[in-house]
Structure formats: structure tokens, C-alpha cells
């Protein structure tokens, strides 16, 4: 099993930044990569950034140049890195985990808010 925990979500005026942070626990080494996700109501879960236990990265083009994301330790911890906000990334952002086995593992989400 797989836990994470996300944090730094909250409310920012646009043009501001906030930095979410992705705590793992359990079983992180059959932890392949780790995803940010952002939801609003009615709409389906967008992919935002990626990184693998190697180090890859892949950021969404909604977001790029604007949005990083990073790691310590392995992929115990992952950041997202958010600038140059708008109103339109608000949405709740939630960290998911690939694995060697078994399903991705889902975070309870954070909600960010960018106000205009």
C-alpha cells in the first residue's frame, strides 16, 4: 500500500504562486512515478506534471513554463511548483502514485483557488 498526502493548496490572488508538496508513505518503492492531477466540478481529471523515480519530467502544456515539478528523496516527497497563476487553475490538485503492481494510488486532494 501506498499513502499520500498533499498540502500547500489555499487561496492566491492571480500572478501569485504556491507550492503543493506530495508526502508518500508505505510501500514507496514500487512507487514508478509520481502525477499531479487538478479537478473542478464537473469536468475530469487533467494531468498537470509527472516525474519518475528516475527523474523524468512532463508538464501539460495548459501549464508549461509557468508550472514545475520536483522530488526529494527518491519520490517521497514531490513538489508542484505554481507561478504565474490564473483563475482558471483553480481546481482541487491531487497527487496520484504509478507502481510496479496494483492500481495508482490517490491523495486526498488539496484545493487551490486563484482568485482574479
Known amino acids: 500500500q501506498v499513502q499520500l498526502v498533499e498540502s500547500g493548496g489555499g487561496l492566491v490572488q492571480a500572478g501569485g504562486s504556491l507550492k503543493l508538496t506530495c508526502a508518500a508513505s508505505?510501500?514507496?518503492?514500487?512507487?514508478?512515478?509520481v502525477e499531479w492531477y487538478r479537478q473542478t466540478p464537473g469536468e475530469q481529471r487533467e494531468l498537470v506534471a509527472s516525474i519518475t523515480k528516475g527523474g523524468r519530467t512532463n508538464i501539460a502544456d495548459s501549464v508549461l513554463g509557468r508550472f514545475t515539478i520536483s522530488r526529494n528523496n527518491g519520490v517521497v516527497t514531490t513538489y508542484l511548483q505554481m507561478n504565474s497563476l490564473k483563475p482558471e487553475d483553480t481546481a482541487v490538485y491531487y497527487c496520484a502514485a504509478t507502481r510496479i503492481l496494483g492500481p495508482r494510488a490517490w491523495g486526498q486532494g488539496t484545493q487551490v483557488t486563484v482568485s482574479s
Open positions: 508505505g510501500n514507496i518503492i514500487s512507487i514508478n512515478a
